[in-house]
């Protein structure tokens, strides 16, 4: 199993990535094993990327080459070192996920593809996305499909947008209620969902 997913495409917003896997051979630490995850086109480039676990403490596997529960992501390319003491076990499913800043310009989603070096070398295959659309958007769940909203506006913690139809909501809304002009913003229809958990809207 190869999954990878992302949360947003919104150019220039934060996009939580999730990766999900379960390897035929176990890879352990004592020889030197590393997982890459590579076509994050335009990924910033962060030498000690931050991983979350989301299954069977997936990013307490791996570390940067130095500290666990990181990643170095350079180049597009996320290099993942199995830590010390650690091994990724056949037939078990590990998820975990990191966070990064979406490039500011549109692109298209490009093939994202895993492969391994140590214990047993696998080369690089594609890895699939379970949810390819999201908020109306054509491959919007696929890394790192990028693109800058028709119309968006910051409101307390979160960011109402669309992509020329539907109002769409991304991030945690303020509890109180304001006002949200969406006169004149090309917006098709409202998602039942883009208010829920907030006060009075008008």
């Not at 390897?23 to 890459?36: G, K």
């Not at 829920?196 to 809207?201: F, I, K, L, N, V």
């Amino acid at each position: 199993m190869r999954k990878i997913g992302q949360s947003s495409p919104l150019a220039g917003e934060s996009n939580t990535i999730t990766v999900t896997i379960q390897t035929n051979w176990y890879l352990a630490a004592t020889d030197s094993s590393v997982v890459t995850i590579s076509g994050l086109t335009n990924a910033p480039d962060t030498p000690s990327l931050a991983l979350t676990s989301v299954g069977n403490s997936g990013a307490d596997l791996f570390s940067d080459g130095a500290t666990q529960g990181k990643g170095a992501l350079s180049s597009g390319t996320l290099r993942l070192t199995v830590h010390t003491g650690k091994t990724v076990l056949a037939g078990t499913q590990y998820a975990f996920s990191f966070t990064i800043t979406n490039p500011s310009s549109a692109q298209d989603a490009g093939t994202v593809s895993i492969a391994a070096s140590g214990t047993a070398p696998f080369a690089s295959a594609a890895m699939t996305t379970d949810t390819a659309d999201v908020y109306g958007l054509t491959d919007g769940g696929k890394p790192l499909k990028v693109a800058v909203p028709t119309w968006r506006e910051a409101f307390g913690g979160c960011v109402f947008f669309s992509f020329s139809g539907p109002l769409e909501r991304s991030g945690s809304c303020p509890t109180t209620g304001g006002v949200l002009d969406l006169r004149n913003k090309g917006i098709t229809s409202v998602k039942n969902d883009s208010f829920a958990g907030m006060g009075a809207c008008t």
